[in-house]
């Protein structure tokens, strides 16, 4: 698995744990949902900022979302 779909999973389990649809968190992270969707399918990454708001939005850490550098891939 490649780093890019790593993200992308990570990011669709954190909204799994979390009591919030893509549609709102898209709301509350400013873009449209289709970008939400993009993110959880591996089709974009979001950058650094949207990541910072991400972990804010769905109560989680950097680690939550882009995984640990000693992990293997």
């Known amino acids: 698995m490649n780093f890019r ?3 992308a999973n990570n ?3 954190m909204i799994g744990y979390s009591n919030k649809n893509k549609a709102r ?3 509350e992270l400013g873009v449209k949902p289709t ?3 993009d993110y959880t ?3 974009s990454l979001p950058d650094a900022q949207k990541i910072k708001l991400l972990c804010i939005i769905l109560d989680c850490t950097y ?3 882009l995984g640990r550098l000693d992990e293997p891939m």
Request: charged share 30%; hydrophobic share 40%.
């Open 41 to 43: 399918s591996g089709r």
């Open 11 to 13: 990011i669709e389990r």
């Open 5 to 7: 779909q790593q993200v």
């Open 25 to 27: 968190i898209a709301r």
């Open 63 to 65: 680690i939550d979302i």
């Open 35 to 37: 970008t939400v969707t």
